[in-house]
């Protein structure tokens, strides 16, 4: 027997398949997706790899070099998953080691199948035999321990080792004796573990209303059909898009199907899976970065027996490996943590496409502020659209006010909030109710703007925020390359009143605190949500009371119910909005739009302040009047005159190494090579310029922007520029990074 093999080392030179024979003895242990150790390269140095084909005759003159051994005990993917990994191979233009290791969880590998499971214990004789043994020995003090195990294994029958031990406060010693004297016996199950068992559960019964009806029953047309088919269902926040989502999946699983549902963040899981239990009781399994390597080996173990039907988690739950998948919800489809930031730079909701169309499934949308690409697609009838335009229990969304800050600082108000909501936090305080802080410090990009007249320093190209670079006190656009002097002076109104913009959340956890000396204050950021269940414990503080004020970033936004959250103050929304991102309008309006939605969800009256500097922006406006359509229009339009996605197509080349001179040259010698084989002038090149974080983890990183209309000849344009310039060029030490956006 002979195997293809594919080295488990990221590298262009290794994208292929080694043939290697299978000794006799291991020919047992082969399967299509488990590990293996082979001698590899010219020193025959080990090296791990994947089978990922079995062969009975190979057609080669030279002599076959014999794999060592068989590292795993179960195949960690199969032949569907495959087909999965080539689709993300070519979609996103990486090598199939990537592909393969992004689909297998962080960890799993590092887990046995006896890791997985917990000693149990049961008696092996009759009753007769045990009440021989204990009326025998009964008196003797040296088997006082062992009695007692017998008597407690005879009232509960089969008992886990440990907590046998715990209960009887006794050691391994009388256990293991009893063992050898063959009058207990010790068998092996998987471990039960319950990931949210902390988690308290105040789900009601729901009663759905006729929208939502409507939409359930417009869903389970299409599962019924079993055919391919994607549906966005458009709700206002607070509408009741879970509960459609749920009636959906109980559709799916009572035809024996499996779903997949994914959120946009960690914070959200617990509460979703809290909702869902309440549904699917242990038919629920969770996948996420913060479990440990034998939990997520327990996840997918539970999916592999057949034990499980709903799979819940964020962008990386879509590898779940379900053999016949019905539907897979994204909830918050808008959001940008489903396009992964490293490589490959893959989108779950692509991949979602791709594995519903391969299983006839329901591929289901959910947001309040769609995104722009799917809002164009369901206008142009690729997508079903359902609307839910009221909130559950008919509550009232909050009323918004924009607050001009240009004005707070002509009055001479120097701290971060307004005088207005100063007076709106004390009343919120006296009335015990509850207030949510929001500051965007995730999408922050330093820019220069005047606090006087709120003129942004804008590059003349391209009509995006200049961002300021504190190591040489220029301002430079990162999609044209273009550099600038700092200015000290404001170009519109002459003030000198005009610098980088920046808070963050400490920053406004302690100004705010000294504002209001006996607020109790939660802050949840990167920093404070590190540890294990620290999301949900922050989240159950502060819908239990604990807490008067919560500040916190982009993880406070999305899909919480703050029953008593009745104002929520947006800071510096400047931050948001003069990103160098031309999706930085769009991303604003779902960002505040989602925030305002987490006030007046028990049908309190809710006010919401949005801070701004610009407050005459369009986009704000929209936000205010809650009108999406406007803000569509206004976005889609200029999108088309600008060619931007959905009108186009845009490729991210990033070069990555350690000396920014070498990837100077380098980058734009890559240019030179896209600008001479774009023979007719289809592709519009931008760059090189720096990343908007230049610098990582001792790294440096620049970039070329490559824009087209057909995404397949995009791809191809640029896979073979980049192949020439790696034939003639000879690139070392530095990494090439391709990002389709």
Known sequence: MYVNILIDRSNSKLNKTFSYKVPAQLECKVEIGKRVLVPFGVKNKPEDGYIIEKLQHVNIEYQIKEIIDVIDGFPLFDLKTLKLVDFIKEKYMCNMIDAINIIIPGGVKNVTAESNTE??????????????????????????????VLNYLRENSIVKASDLKDDLKVTDSPIKTLIKNELIEVSRQDKKLDIYKVLKDKSKDFVLNNEQIVAVEKIKEKIYAKKFSEILIFGVTSSGKTEVYIEAIKEVIKQGRQAIVLVPEIALTPQIVRRFKQHFGEYIVVMHSKLSDTEKYNQLNKIKKKEVSVMVGPRSAIFAPFDDVGIIVIDEEHESTYKSENTPKYD????????????????????????????????????????????????????????????????????????????????????????????????????????????????????????????????????????????????ECNSKYIKFFGLGTEKVEDDIQGLFKNARILRMDADTTSKKNSHDNILTDFNEGNADILIGTQMIAKGHDFRNVTLVVILAADMSLNIQDFRAYERAFQLFTQVAGRAGRSGKDSIVYIQTYEEKNYVLECIKNYDYERFYENEIMLREQLENPPFSNICIITLVGENEKKIIIYINGLKKYLEYYNIKGNYKILGPAPNFIKKMNDNYRWRLVIKGTDEEKLKSFVKYSINKFNEKENVKDLKIQIDMN
């Open 119 to 148: 000693k149990y214990l049961n008696i092996k004789v009759s009753k007769d035999d045990i009440d021989s043994f204990i009326t025998k020995n009964e008196s003797k003090e040296k088997y006082k321990a062992q009695i007692q």
């Open 348 to 491: 779950a909701k692509e991949v979602a496409k791709f594995i519903c169309e391969s299983n006839n499934a329901v591929l289901l949308y959910g947001s309040a502020t769609p995104s722009i690409d799917t809002y164009y697609r369901a206008e142009k009838g690729e997508i079903e659209l359902i609307k839910l335009n009221k909130r559950v229990n008919e509550a009232k969304n909050p009323t918004i006010h924009i607050v001009d800050m240009k004005e707070e600082l002509k009055n001479g108000n120097t701290t971060i909030i307004s005088r207005e909501v100063h007076k709106q936090i004390q009343d919120k305080l006296n009335k015990n109710e509850q207030i949510l802080v929001f500051i965007n410090r995730r999408g922050f990009s330093t820019f220069v703007s005047c606090r006087k007249c709120g003129y942004v320093m804008k590059c003349d190209n391209c009509d995006v925020p200049y961002v300021y670079h504190y190591d040489t006190d220029t301002l430079a656009c990162h999609h044209c390359g273009k550099s600038i002097r700092n200015v000290n002076m404001c170009p």
